[in-house]
């Protein structure tokens, strides 16, 4: 190849963004990468760092997208994650991505990672709400001010999103230079910290962090600056201490100047440098009246009874609309299919393999994969994207925290339990939003037995479908009382790893939901089953028509009949189809529908009204799906995941042998009754067993509170965004949400 043909191997660059929760990281991260990272308007969706690429000319950018973060001081799971990041490994460049609505906030952690000395770009984010808001910020006085590339962007717009890449490949090729301002602090503490940052670069010359970082660092006592220190081998442990202790020294003495705490006294300084910046760059420009309406909504959602009627009537509405959509659809699928499979017959001939394998499996399958399930799934995900993007969520959060704390969970567990609604999966991932191990591991137990969408497929699709939406709102009922009592069980069993923290809910205000994210994101999450469950379904009812054709089906059938047959009461043809509820829950029903038309008969005329009940009840409660569960292996171990799984088979099953039972014995009892009405009476049984389970747990409780009375009480802590931008104590993670009580005045 001559010279000239020759191209040079791209150049990667690592780049990682980082910003504030809810900032738009995640925006900008898929518009960058193809990717679909969780997106939606409430912090602290990200909880694990994300990687993908982006080929931008010569150049291979791997883009990180990190949870959002307040400070780089840190308190939760997930906040670790990118704060180790961003010190550990070195990225190339930091994309600082800001809400420019709260520029002071947010400059709060502009101003940490300014201090790290990294090639740092500005994404100053959602310029279009602030420009709705009548202001504009001053792009070349920031950059001049800070010394890095301030790019203006609108995420989910897709503007200025790629001249951030074009940016860092000027800085790159030499056409740009950042000259990156050193912060500085007040005389005093400046004279301080210059003094402890001399000495960490004395002695820990090669220590990859910045020595005035980490003397600030060192200065509020940060257990992650501290163990790096002392484990660096090459300065010994008296130096070590030496220093340790003259840091002290200036702590004690600042703090005694100024009768605040070091952090306190630190973050003040911080926050002075944002509010100056601020004071220089962002100016009103055309007066704006503040929307009448917005207010009014949250007013409404936020109310001790209006907002729970809204949320009943939201929750209600989205099961009902989703259940009219998904039963007009999937019958006409199934008329669709009843109208050309005697074509079907004439062609390939009734009892032949080539019917069984291509019509029965093949065709079947899919008609009842698109039909039985994509109507349900694809609204379902849409509307919790919508209640997601448009800022519901959090609210719905802040409504529900009393009765999480009711029931012995941290309220921070509705977020994950609102996302398992449509997903138990990424719900699991959520959990890493809680604060504790203790509390995870709870959020985990509450999450996994939520009804996902497939299962709501199940309820709306089997019992809604057949026996009506009444007997389909009871079941749900009861899997509510479930997680009641297990999360009670939950909090006296393990009372030790109490709930500690309290529930601190940002509220950012409600927006337009952008309907190319939410078709995005609704795509990505039905993708899944069009991927993967379709070809699942597909090759299972091939796979199924051979096992049956070689009775294969019915020995393993018989061996778990014990169960299926004389414990729950069931055709001794579902048993089969159980085991495949484990790989996706969906599965179950539509490879029994297959099974069911296969053998000429209607789900009518297979299954009672109370096998179809007991049927559902088992898939609702028993192992949450695989993917589940190796989602739970990872965030807590194999060995919880295994306990979780042992224990929601056995109370699925020990719960549904209830119900069939009582059933069994009331009709027996009341031999002239309609069938509607023996299942009434079965189900108001089982409620009364259920409350008086509950009543014997907390009598318990109460016996056992009288050794823990001094367990603090869980709070609630609300904060509307448009009180966020000024500062409180400036010492504690809630004054920097600005609801910090003590120092407010
Ligand atoms: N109007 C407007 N909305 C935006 C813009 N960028 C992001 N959003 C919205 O802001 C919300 C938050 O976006 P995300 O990308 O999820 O934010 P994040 O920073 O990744 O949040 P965490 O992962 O929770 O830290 C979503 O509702 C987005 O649709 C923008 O430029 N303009
Ligand atoms: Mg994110």
């Known amino acids: 190849m001559s010279p000239q043909h020759q191209i040079s191997d791209p150049k990667i660059i690592r780049i990682a963004l980082a910003g504030q929760p809810n900032v738009g990281k995640s925006v900008i991260f898929n518009r960058l990468t193809g990717l679909s990272q969780v997106v939606g308007n409430w912090p602290g969706k990200t909880v694990a760092k994300a990687e993908g690429t982006a080929k931008f000319g010569n150049y291979i950018f791997k883009i990180i997208d990190l949870p959002g973060i307040y400070s780089l ?29 709260h520029l002071e906030r947010n400059l709060f952690l502009t101003i940490q990672l300014l201090m790290l000395n990294r090639p740092t770009i500005i994404s100053l984010n959602q310029i279009d709400l602030l420009k709705e808001r009548g202001y504009e910020i001053d792009r070349e006085k920031l950059e ?13 717009h897709n503007r200025g999103v790629h001249e951030i890449l074009e940016e860092i490949i000027e800085i790159e090729e030499g056409h740009k230079t950042l000259s990156m301002k050193k912060i500085t602090f007040g005389k005093e503490i400046e004279e301080k910290i210059n003094q402890i940052s001399a000495e960490v670069q004395e002695l820990y010359r090669k220590i990859s962090c910045p020595s005035k970082f980490m003397a600030m660092k060192l200065l509020e006592n940060d257990e992650y600056c501290l163990k790096n220190i002392r484990a660096f081998n090459e300065v010994t442990g008296s130096d070590t201490a030496k220093l340790v202790y003259k840091i002290n020294e200036t702590r004690t003495n600042l703090e005694n100047l100024h009768g605040e705490q070091i952090s306190t006294i630190l973050n003040a300084e911080m926050y002075n440098i944002s509010s100056q910046i601020v004071t220089q760059v962002e100016f009103l420009k055309t007066q704006t009246r503040k929307s009448k309406i917005r207010h009014l909504i949250d007013h409404i959602t936020l109310d001790n009874i209006k907002g729970y009627i809204l949320l009943a009537v939201v929750m209600f509405g989205i099961y009902l609309a989703i259940f009219s959509f998904g039963n007009w659809i999937s019958g006409l699928m199934d008329n669709l299919f009843g109208l050309i499979t005697p074509g079907a017959i004439n062609l390939l001939g009734a009892d032949t393999w080539a019917f069984k394998i291509i019509w029965s499996s093949i065709i079947g399958g899919l008609f009842a994969g698109i039909g039985g399930v994509l109507p349900y799934v694809i609204p379902f995900f849409a509307i919790i994207e919508i209640l997601q993007d448009t800022g519901y969520l959090p609210r719905a959060a802040y409504l529900m925290d009393r009765f999480m704390h009711s ?12 996302i398992g609604l449509g997903c138990n999966v990424p719900a699991i991932s959520a959990t890493s939003i809680m604060e504790t191990e203790a509390e995870k591991k709870r959020a985990i137990v509450i999450s996994s037995l939520i009804p996902c969408s497939a299962v709501t497929t199940i309820v709306l699709g089997l019992v809604g479908k057949y026996l009506g939406i009444g007997w389909a709102f009871l079941l749900y009922l009861i899997n509510l009382m479930v997680i009641i009592i297990v999360g009670k069980l939950m909090s006296n069993w393990f009372e030790e790893g109490g709930i500690q923290s309290e529930l601190i809910i940002e509220l950012h205000d409600f927006r337009r939901p952008n309907l190319k994210v939410i078709a995005k994101q609704t795509w990505h999450r039905s993708k899944e089953f069009v991927v993967l469950a379709l070809p699942l379904i597909v090759i299972l009812s091939i796979l199924m028509q051979i096992m049956m054709e070689f009775n294969i089906v019915e020995s393993l059938n018989i061996m778990i009949s014990p169960i299926t047959v004389y414990i729950l009461g069931l055709p001794i043809g579902v048993g089969i189809y159980l085991f495949y509820g484990v790989l996706r829950k969906e599965l179950n029903l539509i490879l029994l529908e297959l099974y069911v038309l296969s053998i000429g008969m209607t789900m009518n005329e297979y299954m009672t009204p109370i096998q179809m009940i007991t049927f559902t009840l088992v898939t609702m409660l028993y192992v949450p799906c695989l993917a589940t569960i190796v989602v739970i292996g990872k965030e807590s171990g194999k060995k919880f995941a295994l306990q979780i799984f042992l ?38 049984f089982l409620f009364g067993l259920m409350i008086l389970t509950l009543h014997l747990i907390k009598k318990h409780s109460n016996h056992q509170k009288k050794h823990h009375r001094n367990r603090s009480p869980e709070q609630t802590i609300l904060i509307q965004e448009n009180l966020l931008d000024h500062s409180g104590c400036q010492s504690c993670r809630r004054c920097h949400l600005n609801q910090c009580e003590e120092k407010k005045d």
Do not use: C
């Open 144 to 156: 001049s001010l800070l010394g890095v590339a301030v790019v203006p962007t609108v995420a989910v």
């Open 73 to 101: 001081s840190t308190y939760s799971l997930e906040e670790i994650v990118s704060r180790e990041y961003i010190l550990d490994e070195s990225p190339d460049y930091i994309v600082n991505v800001l809400d420019s609505n």
């Open 407 to 418: 029931i012995g969970v941290h309220g921070k567990t509705i977020i994950p339990v609102l």
């Open 647 to 684: 224990f929601e088979l056995l109370g699925a099953v020990f719960i549904s042998a209830i119900v069939r039972w009582s059933y069994v014995l009331l009709a027996f009892i009341l031999p002239q009754r309609s069938e509607s009405v023996v299942m009434i009476t079965t189900f108001a």
